[in-house]
């Protein structure tokens, strides 16, 4: 038996029984569910290996740094820029060149 030790993981605490054992740096155990099904997760997902993993720090991890916070509003910045109407510019739908019907498009019957 072993009991899912990883914070964030659905069945953290609970115990399952090991199935069995895949080889590798960090092996997979096979377990058993409570509804009976098998499933794999990380060894070191359990107390396998002996301790448990560190407890993540209190209260929600940010979700954004300051860093990523400005690169935001330096792009949302640069973005109103290109899309702000220019005095100079003429509109960039086709409606505005001489000859266009500004009606809305209606299809051709075959």
Not at 29 to 35: C, K, N, S, V, Y
Not at 39 to 61: F, H, K, L, N, V
Not at 84 to 93: G, I, M, Q
Request: aromatic share 4%; proline share 15%.
């Amino acid at each position: 038996m072993v009991t899912i030790t990883h914070p964030f993981h659905p069945l953290h605490g609970q115990q399952a029984e090991v199935i069995r054992v895949r080889r590798g740096l960090d092996p997979d155990l096979i377990i058993r569910l409570p509804d009976g099904c098998h499933a794999a997760i990380a060894a070191s997902s359990t107390d396998y290996a002996g301790a448990a993993p560190e407890e993540p720090p209190p209260g929600p991890p940010p979700l954004l740094d300051l860093h990523g916070l400005w690169q935001i509003v330096q792009l949302l910045d640069h973005l109103q820029k290109e899309t702000a109407p220019h005095p100079t510019r003429a509109p960039r739908h086709a409606s505005w060149r001489e000859g266009r019907n500004d009606a809305p498009f209606q299809p051709t019957q075959r």
